[in-house]
Structure formats: C-alpha cells, structure tokens
C-alpha cells in the first residue's frame, strides 16, 4: 500500500501562473483533504471532501480549488498563483461517514508538496 | 481561539519516558482528544486518541484527566526518532459540519537528546 500520495514533490512557480497538486489515496477512504503549512505554523484546512462528488470550503480556501475526480483523487487547483501561496501543502485521507460516529478515525497524511512562487 | 494548549517545546533523554502535556478546558462532552506528530517536515503521524479513558497503543499512552480538561502523551522511552512536533487535537465525536477537519495548532518540538 502507498497510502497517501502527492505529486509533485517540489514546484517553483512564477506570480499569475497556474498549476494543479495531485493527490491519490489507495486506502478507499470516503473523505479527502488538502492542508497547507507555512514555517513555524500548524496546517491549516483549505478545502474538504467528505465523500464523492462533494467538496466543502475550510478555513483558507481563497486562491483556490479542487476537485474531487473520483473516490481515489483529490485535485487542488492554484488558478493564478502568489507568492503569499508559497508554502507546504499537505493531502489527507480518512473514513468518515457524514453523521456517523468519528471513531477509529485517523487521518493519513501524503509527504508534502513544496511549493514556492516567484 | 483555540482550543488546546502546548507548551512550545520540550527536552527528554533518550530512553527515558517523554511526557507531553495538553490544556483543553473548554473540551466538551462529544470532543475527544487526538494526538498526532509530524517529523522533519514529513506528513502528520496519527498517534493515539481518546475520549475520557486512558488509551494505550504500540506507540504510546494517552492519560486524560477526570475532568477531561487536560491530558498527557506518554512515550514511554523515547528514542532520537522521536524527535518531532507533537500536536494536541480535540475533535467532535460525530461526524458533521465542522467535525471534518484537524485543527492543528503550533504544537510542541520535541526534542530527544542523545
């Protein structure tokens, strides 16, 4: 199993570029994540999905988008990239049933995609 | 606000027991506690969670307080692969608007000295 993972690993970007992070997750997990992490802070959530064919805003959802291609693949989207996005970004998956009891309910992480804009 | 507390660092020897203490006063009834790591940069590690018990796994223990408004991360002897930011978690216990996210705060570098 490869767990969580992300491609690329690294990007340099210049300003008003765009690009897509992929993410995959081979665990059949219901709902995805993507989180980003500037130095010295915790992640922070900028967008979820909590099945297929569902998407939901975090909390620093501007600047971007996703998708969620299918139960497997989470997508995020800078359409224009800036250097205020220059950071380390971070997809997660996990079984969670909307309305359901959160047990057992961990959080696998990928390894991270370092992205800086010029 | 924030909803849990961590000291911003901390030192242990190695082989010696590391305790990590967590500040979530205002936790609720339905809120359990998660612990996670991340190493050198690496993706988040779950750890361990719990609600008002004590909870014990391969990687290390969880004491929550009667009152459940702190807890403790026991690594029982640490080791230099240790060394990592932990970070202190309280989630809802069902699942629904809000309850989907990790809401990691800046956590605790540990540091396990040779």
């Known amino acids: 199993n490869a767990g969580v993972t992300q491609t690329p690993k690294f990007q340099v970007l210049k300003t008003g570029q765009s690009m897509t992070l992929q993410c995959a997750q081979d665990m059949n997990h219901n709902s995805m994540y993507w989180y980003r992490q500037d130095p010295g802070m915790g992640l922070r959530l900028i967008y979820y999905s909590a099945s297929e064919g569902t998407t939901d805003k975090g909390e620093v959802p501007n600047g971007y988008n996703v998708s969620r291609l299918n139960k497997r693949e989470f997508s995020l989207r800078l359409e224009s990239a800036a250097p205020s996005q220059t950071s380390v970004y971070f997809c997660a998956s996990s079984e969670l049933v909307w309305g359901g009891p959160l047990l057992n309910t961990e959080a696998f992480f990928g390894q991270g995609t370092r992205l800086t804009v010029v | 606000d924030a909803k849990t507390t961590q000291p911003t660092s901390m030192d242990c020897a190695e082989g010696r027991a590391a305790n990590l203490p967590c500040n979530h006063s205002?936790?609720?009834?339905?809120?359990?506690v998660y612990w996670y790591r991340q190493i050198h940069s690496q993706g988040p590690q779950y750890i361990i969670h719990?609600?008002?018990n004590n909870e014990t796994n391969e990687m290390a223990s969880l004491i929550i307080t009667e009152d459940r408004k702190s807890s403790t991360l026991i690594l029982p002897h640490a080791t230099l692969r240790d060394t990592a930011v932990y970070y202190c978690?309280?989630?809802?216990?069902?699942?629904?608007?809000?309850?989907?996210?990790?809401?990691f705060g800046k956590g605790t570098k540990l540091s396990v000295i040779p």
């Open positions: 978690i309280v989630r809802p216990a069902y699942s629904g608007a809000g309850s989907y996210q990790l809401t």
């Open positions: 205002t936790i609720s009834g339905n809120e359990y």
């Open positions: 719990g609600l008002k």
